[in-house]
């Protein structure tokens, strides 16, 4: 039997999600927990690669094994891999797909946040990064709408990245005001970048919002993002920001897939 599983994750103390030798992995954790609950060995297929420090408020993975308590003590077997599971890592639920089901491949959509705010705030620093600059996010969200339609957003891959196209869908792209819980100082100010696209590149929000800040500070022009995304060219564009502060916050599938 194929089964998906709801994580979510702080990134930091982390390699990044998938396993690497001689450093902690958010998949060798879960790996190791549900084999440890399970009776068996179980490797999972997550939904994608984040790197390290990322953070995800919903990830999805898929993993085979043919204990049926994971459908007769859903609450039970959940908490025991809780239990072992370290604190930032928290698995809220197992479900049945079907076999041929793919946490990466069937994904149909994935949103991702990125936080900053404006002023030193000892609450945020942790999953906001701490802009130095004035910014001015009419332009910014300017900028941002070029970036909506079936691109190829290359010119914000990580140099080397392995990946066959450049290629992406991106559904909407845009920055708000926010208001972080439970703390927020009345002389601060909170942005927030969402962006929702069918795939991305190997760090492609953090290199937009390097990009779209550099637009924010009136170094560039907004249309500046029209062109940078014709050039291909990784090194026109922005610095990447650090990935604590960036979260993946959705991840959409068919419903066909989810019928048991």
Known sequence: MRFFASISYNGSGFSGWQIQQNAPSIQGQVQGALSAVLGEKIEVTGAGRTDAGVNASFFTVHFDSGDSRLLA????????????????????????????????????????????????????????????????????????????????????????????SGICGVRSASWSRYTPMPVSLPDVQYSVFTITANRFLRNMVRAIVGSLVEVGRGRRSPEWIAGLIESRDRNAAGQSVPGHALFLTGIEYPENIMNF
């Open 73 to 164: 003590e859903h609450d039970r077997i959940v908490y025991k891999i809780n239990a072992i599971l370290p604190t930032g890592i928290r698995l809220s639920r197992i479900y049945r797909v079907r076999d041929d089901a793919h946490a990466r491949f069937d994904a149909t959509g994935r949103t991702y946040c990125y936080y900053i705010h404006h002023g030193k705030d000892p609450f945020a620093s942790h999953f906001s990064w701490q802009c130095r600059y004035g910014l001015d996010l009419e332009a910014m969200n300017r900028g941002a709408a070029f970036l909506t339609g079936i691109k190829d957003f290359s010119c914000f891959q990580k140099t080397g990245s392995a990946a066959v």
